[in-house]
């Protein structure tokens, strides 16, 4: 594991990090919370941060506070306080404010030892509720919950003046592809569609069935420019499954989000412009607003609807 060590004392820090690093674990050593904080932000691969509760700049319970604040619920993080006073007011303080443990200070080899694997069982745990809750199984792309939770964090970047587009997708006529082929072969498209989008390397989600959506930085033209690049990518596509070689298209609306926009507005405009490149012959990128909206758009039941369709 990654570990980090807030300390001000160097000499405490020498014990404690010839401690653990015979173990097989890396100790990154900080002086007080700025930097520490700073480091924690950068590398999200450091899992257990062991810090003083004395501190020069803040207490340490405040940095228990404020790393535990950082992780989140989308980040493990195990975190241990440490000092040379053993006042349960101290501890139960720490644990309040979002520690995992409390040790002594210089700590008994043994009793680390034990801790850090607790703290490698508990964050390993962590790691796979994260993953379960966030990536989409079959596909590995977010989940629903979690594009939608990268999408608001992009509004609030827009609220500051960075431009941010979504394009939404539909794979064309795959209740087809499960009808004729089977639900293993439309497994097989599914998988193989979302490992050309995962390939962008843009926060990409299955948003439900063969529906997937897409978050980019810059304006309506780059994001129709990268769709209509897509749409070829999944046009191209040769794709065996069930002893047989499958053809697929899919169907793009693009929208970007303009001033006075929810996430709920944007995706509805991306949403209706999927539906005119369905209504128009599928196989196509369309552009929000580029379209004048008709009733049957309202009745569009599509991603950013609940309820499912029968051909698309």
Known sequence: MRIALVEPSRTVQRIVTGIIEPWGHEVRTFMDAPEALACLRAERNICVLITSAELASTSGVKLVSDARSLAGAQRPLYIVLMSSSDQRSKMVEALENGADDFISKPPEPEELRARLRAAERITSMQAELITMATVDSLTGLLTRRAFVAAAEHMLQRAAAGRHFSVFLCDLDKFKAINDTHGHEAGDVVLKKVSQELRMLDLPAGRLGGEEIGLLMDGHLDDAIDLAEQFRQTVSGLT??????????????????????????????????????????????????????????????????????????
């Open 239 to 312: 794709i065996r499954a069930a002893g047989e070689v499958i053809g697929v298209t899919c169907s793009i609306g693009a929208a970007e989000w303009e001033p006075g926009d929810t996430l709920d507005t944007l995706l509805r405009r991306a949403d209706a412009a999927l539906y005119e490149a369905k209504r128009s012959g599928r196989n196509r990128v369309v552009a929000a607003d580029s379209f004048a909206l008709a009733d049957e758009h309202k009745r569009w039941r599509g991603v950013t609807r609940a309820s499912s369709r029968t051909d698309a």
